[in-house]
C-alpha cells in the first residue's frame, strides 16, 4: 500500500521512490530511477528524469520538466514553467548522455516562473530566482537574483524578507533570525 497520491492520468514508472504524503497532478510522468521525498507536490504536466532527487516538501508547479542531473534539496520551490537543461550544447544528431552536468538546487531556494536554469550551476540557500530570470553561473545563498543573465540584486532572509545590513549584521523583523555579511558571503547566525 503507498502512501502517497498519484492522479489516474499520471506515469509512475517502476524503480522510482516515493515518499509518504506527495501528490502527483494530472498529466505527469515520474520516471525509473527517480527520487521523491516526503510531503512533496508534483503539479500538472511535470516530467521527472531518471535519476533526478527531490528532498522533502518539494513544490514543483505546472509544467516543470527536471532533467537528469538535478538535485533538488528539500523545501525548494519550482515555479511554473521554470525551465533547466542538462546538456551545455544540445544537437538533436549527436548523443550527449554521458555530459549531463549537476545542478544543485539547495534547502529552501525559490525559482520564479519561466525562469532559466543552466546546467552545472548551483543554486544557494534560500535563494531566490526571479521569474523570467536565465541562471549561468552559481547562485550564492540567500541571493535574490533576476535579470539575463541573473544578477544578484540583494539577499533575502528564510522567510523572503529584504536584508538590509547595518556594520554587517541584519535583523529579520519579520522572523528574528540573525545574519552576519562577510566578504560578499551571507550566514545565518546561529
Not at 1 to 21: A, L, P, Q, R, W
Not at 71 to 97: A, H, M, Q, W, Y
Not at 144 to 173: Q, T, W
Amino acid at each position: 500500500m503507498c502512501n502517497y497520491f498519484v492522479h489516474e492520468s499520471s506515469y509512475v514508472d517502476d524503480n522510482t521512490k516515493i515518499g509518504e504524503g506527495t501528490k502527483i497532478w494530472h498529466f505527469s510522468h515520474i520516471m525509473s530511477n527517480s527520487e521523491i521525498g516526503n510531503n512533496c507536490n508534483i503539479g500538472q504536466n511535470v516530467v521527472i528524469s531518471p535519476e533526478v532527487v527531490l528532498g522533502n516538501n518539494v513544490k514543483i508547479q505546472n509544467n516543470v520538466s527536471v532533467y537528469t542531473g538535478v538535485i533538488c534539496e528539500d523545501d525548494v520551490f519550482l515555479g511554473p514553467s521554470c525551465v533547466f537543461t542538462n546538456v551545455i550544447n544540445p544537437r538533436s544528431f549527436i548523443s550527449r548522455k554521458d555530459e549531463y552536468r549537476k545542478t544543485i538546487i539547495k534547502k529552501g531556494a525559490s525559482i520564479g516562473a519561466n525562469a532559466t536554469i543552466v546546467c552545472g550551476h548551483n543554486i544557494g540557500k534560500y535563494a531566490f530566482v526571479g521569474a523570467g530570470s536565465v541562471v549561468t553561473h552559481d547562485i550564492p545563498d540567500y541571493a535574490l537574483v533576476v535579470g539575463n543573465p541573473a544578477r544578484v540584486k540583494y539577499y533575502v532572509c528564510e522567510c523572503s524578507h529584504k536584508m538590509e545590513f547595518n556594520d554587517n549584521k541584519f535583523i529579520c523583523p519579520d522572523c528574528g533570525k540573525i545574519y552576519e555579511l562577510i566578504d560578499n558571503i551571507v550566514r545565518r547566525c546561529e
